[in-house]
């Protein structure tokens, strides 16, 4: 008598449900591994960026709460009482409170003119198409990569001749003229995601093209407004080469330039621990303004780049 093999088990055929005798056992994946290594470096990586970021920052608060004799002879400990009338020194005597105030009215006035101007001129040149369109835009964006340093002595002419010298408007339009390129460039390509449905259905609605700029896409481009006005900001209030050229009056020095006279008038008997108070006083607007809208800033960044 013959006897008859078991047949070995056929593969599913297609459409036939798979047991789990049938499926194969997973093969072992490196490749999660390698992420944790990576993702551990990396984090590393920013954890270092941090500390070097951060701990100047910390020290610099510290010290202006020092007196002369401990920044020298402890720098790395804490103070041993709060020394607020450092801060009232640097503030009265060192005169920061006048160089705050006229850092506010240019940065202020300069930040103002380009948001204005620069939402005006992208959205411009992001929506309509006319001969010159693109011939624009790239004259914008040949003036990110011009050197300031270039422009420096015939600026220096052309604002003296129109009377501008040493005046607080004369440097907010210098401002607004430094800055723009970059504004514009950054806005053209964060009014091109917005979607075009709105601005067309306030047209049918019978709504001007300034209206609709104004109340319907300058709205929607909030986010990218507030990303490139701290970028703005963040260069306009640490500019030191256009206020050191254009602004040699003591009464109209802004806090770039107060600092580097606080810091050279000292001498050999400095006041370092007003120095420390003024630099702290300039600093403390800056991370005060990116705290409040880092979110939005990382929003604007992320959303020029997504449609």
Do not use: C
């Not at 993702?39 to 510290?62: D, E, K, Q, R």
């Amino acid at each position: 008598m013959k006897t008859t093999e078991t047949p070995a088990p056929l593969p599913a055929e297609s459409g036939a449900p798979l047991t789990k005798t049938d499926v194969p056992p997973p093969a072992p994946v490196k490749e999660k591994k390698e992420g944790r290594v990576l993702n551990v470096f990396s984090h590393g990586v920013l954890v270092i960026w941090a500390i070097m970021v951060v701990l100047p920052l910390l020290w610099a608060v510290m010290t202006s709460f020092k007196d002369d004799r401990s920044i020298f002879s402890s720098p790395w400990s804490l103070p041993d009482s709060l020394h607020f009338d450092n801060w009232s020194r640097a503030w009265t005597q060192a005169n920061m409170s006048d160089y705050f105030l006229n850092t506010v009215l240019v940065v202020g006035g300069s930040l103002i003119g380009t948001l204005v101007l620069g939402s005006m001129a992208a959205y411009v040149l992001a929506r309509f198409d006319f001969p010159g369109n693109r011939f624009i835009y790239y004259l914008f964006i040949g003036g990110m990569s011009f050197p300031i340093m270039l422009a420096l002595v015939p600026l220096f002419y052309v604002v003296n001749n129109m009377g501008l010298l040493n005046t607080i408007h004369g440097l907010i339009l210098v401002y607004i003229a430094y800055s723009l390129p970059f504004t514009v460039f950054f806005l053209t390509a964060f009014f091109r995601t917005l979607p075009s449905s709105v601005a067309e259905a306030a047209f049918v609605d019978g709504a001007s093209h300034s209206r609709t700029f104004f109340q319907i896409m300058l709205p929607m481009a909030k986010p990218g407004l507030i990303s490139v006005g701290i970028f703005n900001f963040l260069g306009q209030w640490n500019q030191y080469m256009l206020p050191t050229v254009l602004n040699t009056d003591p009464d109209k020095r802004v806090l770039t330039q107060g600092l580097v006279q606080l810091a050279v008038s000292q001498g050999y008997k400095g006041d370092w621990s007003g120095l420390f108070a003024g630099l702290v006083m300039a600093m403390l607007p800056v991370l005060a303004a990116y705290i409040i809208f880092q979110r939005q800033v990382v929003q604007g960044l992320t959303a020029g780049a997504l449609k």
